[in-house]
């Protein structure tokens, strides 16, 4: 009798093939991965480091961001950290300060500020030119020269270093790029003097490339030029920057003009014919001057004698002495004693007294830097009565014509109400 088509061996092949399969089918849903102790540390330290780095990154860029949104210090007293500290020569020393939170500081190219410091359980004010530049305000530097037996010059050297904490205050001086408008410059400077120049220079050449610049600073030797190698970096970078020296004692130099890879050079002090050499278009360009007070006057006469149109001349310095003060029309003034009023403050102060010993003899708080009528710090305002004064340098004829004066230059010729 035939079938219809079933085989019995077809159908124990099949059924085992599907007995296999069921096989493979309960191993696959079986067998599980196994434990290891390792892995998992692996694991677990992988998103670790993850996590880590994540709130690092955050970290510095707010950091950043803090930096991008920092207020402005623009004028006062304020707390700074001293962050780096260098040699420029044998016997200068930089210092870069920073805020103790971040802030952009905001001066005028040429202004100085003045350190308030203890020394020896006293309280000292000295100022110094800012040797940077507020085209990059994140910081600022000063740049001090030792002085021999300089009290506060010693001080910073020797006792200020990397994490300090310094009070300053300022900044001051009208002796800079912007109160003082030039087409064409001539920065003339000798020893520390090249502190504002240099500051004006790296002002002009970040924000205003092209800047007509010549630049001629008195050295006694090579090794005593202060950021010479900046000062190079800058004349290579630019044509427009003619950067020269005349230096004191120098072996290698020859007579005349010495020409260098960035600079020219010449041996022996300024003259106007040394001048001339080396800036032969002097006379067209506005000057302006810092230095020690010998060259700063022995600059000021070759100057004058040349027929250089003075208005364009222009000077900073710490160390100048006061002028003689004018003399009063009321001769009886000169004879009697009138009343300072500094607020519930009331001091007489005799002929020969300036309202400076007045405040400080009521012991009320004053910066007085230079005590010669130069730096500015001590400027106050004179609500009434009258004074004569022999400095007002630094004071615009806005501020003299609001009343102001410089405590340490003037001297009052009826009772006075001061305004500090």
Same mark, same amino acid.
């Given at each position: ?6 085989? #019995? ?82 016997? /200068?020393?930089?210092?870069? #300060? ?56 010693? #001080? ?52 205003? /490339? ?46 005349? /003009? ?59 310095? #710490? ?54 009528? /130069? ?46």
């Amino acid at each position: 009798m035939s079938s219809s088509g079933f085989s #019995f061996s077809a159908a124990l092949s099949a059924a085992q093939s599907t007995k296999d399969d069921n096989k493979k089918s309960v191993a696959k849903v079986t067998a599980a991965p196994s434990f290891s102790m390792s892995g998992a540390l692996a694991a677990t330290a992988k998103k670790t480091a993850e996590v880590t780095t994540t709130a690092e990154t955050k970290k510095s860029l707010n950091a950043n961001q803090l930096l991008l949104n920092a207020d402005e210090w623009q004028r006062g007293e304020v707390q700074l950290r001293c962050t780096e500290k260098w040699h420029e020569t044998h016997d /200068v020393v930089s210092f870069r #300060f920073q805020g103790l939170t971040p802030v952009k500081f905001n001066y005028k190219p040429g202004q100085f500020i003045t350190f308030k410091l203890e020394i020896e359980g006293e309280i000292v004010y000295r100022s110094y030119t800012m040797s940077s530049s507020p085209s990059r305000p994140y910081s600022i530097v000063v740049t001090v020269k030792r002085i021999a037996g300089g009290k506060v010059s010693n #001080f910073l050297a020797d006792k200020v270093n990397q994490g300090d904490i310094i009070t300053l205050v300022g900044p001051d001086g009208a002796f800079n790029l912007v109160d003082i408008e030039a087409e064409k410059y001539l920065f003339l400077s000798a020893g520390s003097g090249i502190t504002p120049m240099y500051s004006m220079s790296r002002w002009l050449l970040d924000t205003k /490339v092209g800047s007509d610049i010549a630049f001629v600073h008195s050295a006694r030797t090579d090794e005593d030029i202060i950021f010479a190698d900046s000062l190079g970096a800058m004349a290579y970078r630019s044509a427009q920057f003619q950067l020269s020296y005349l230096l004191e004692n120098a072996d290698e130099l020859v007579e005349g /003009v010495n020409h260098t890879g960035n600079d020219s050079r010449i041996l022996g002090r300024i003259d106007i014919e040394k001048l001339q050499a080396l800036v032969p278009d002097f006379m067209s360009r506005t000057i302006f001057v810092c230095g020690p007070e010998p060259y700063m006057v022995s600059v000021k006469s070759l100057i004058e004698a040349s027929g250089f149109e003075m208005k364009n001349f222009h000077q900073e310095s #710490f160390t100048g002495a006061a002028k003689s003060p004018q003399s009063c029309t009321n001769t009886a003034a000169k004879a009697s004693n009138f009343m300072l009023s500094i607020n519930d403050k009331k001091v007489a102060l005799s002929a020969e007294q300036t309202l400076l010993d007045g405040i400080e003899s009521e012991g009320l708080p004053i910066i007085a830097a230079c005590r010669s009528g /130069v730096c500015g710090a001590c400027k106050c305002q004179v609500i009434s009565g009258t004074t004569e004064s022999s400095s007002t340098m630094t004071l615009t004829a806005e501020e003299i014509a609001a009343g102001y004066v410089l405590a340490c230059s003037t001297k009052i010729t009826s009772d006075v109400s001061l305004k500090m």
